[in-house]
Nanobody, 128 residues
Framework: QVQLVESGGGSVQAGGSLRLSCAAS????????MGWFRQAPGKERDFVAA????????RYADSVKGRFTISRDNAKNTVYLQMNSLKLEDTAVYYC?????????????????????WGQGTQVTVSS
């Protein structure tokens, strides 16, 4: 019942920044927990960050903690991933995902099978 469209990917030098956006359709966005995942070449899809639908509780993978920030703007039906101090190993296709609305108010998850809806992904390439 929700469609997700990522944008904001591209190529950036190591140490630079990008902000990814995920625009959601529907009018129940505020009741969905959201997450970002990424898949590097030859690797499985890995958790990046998550945010709850109440109080914007956040969770981050250790590899991005302190560098990436997940946020949401319910008025715009959009979740963001601000990526700073980008490293070569951040190169991946980035996907946003939505879970709920049955999940708890402060629920976040790092497991991809906990999410119900997925975007098509946006490529982020970090070069030296």
């Amino acid at each position: 019942q929700v469609q997700l469209v990522e944008s904001g990917g591209g190529s950036v030098q190591a140490g630079g920044s990008l902000r990814l956006s995920c625009a959601a359709s529907g009018r129940t966005f505020s009741s969905y927990a959201m997450g970002w995942f990424r898949q590097a070449p030859g690797k499985e899809r890995d958790f990046v960050a998550a945010i709850s639908w109440s109080d914007s509780i956040t969770r981050y993978a250790d590899s991005v903690k302190g560098r990436f920030t997940i946020s949401r703007d319910n008025a715009k039906n959009t979740v963001y991933l601000q990526m700073n101090s980008l490293k070569l190993e951040d190169t991946a296709v980035y996907y946003c995902a939505a879970a709920g609305p049955s999940v708890g108010s402060y629920w976040t998850s790092s497991r991809e099978y906990d999410y119900d809806f997925w975007g098509q992904g946006t490529q982020v390439t970090v070069s030296s």
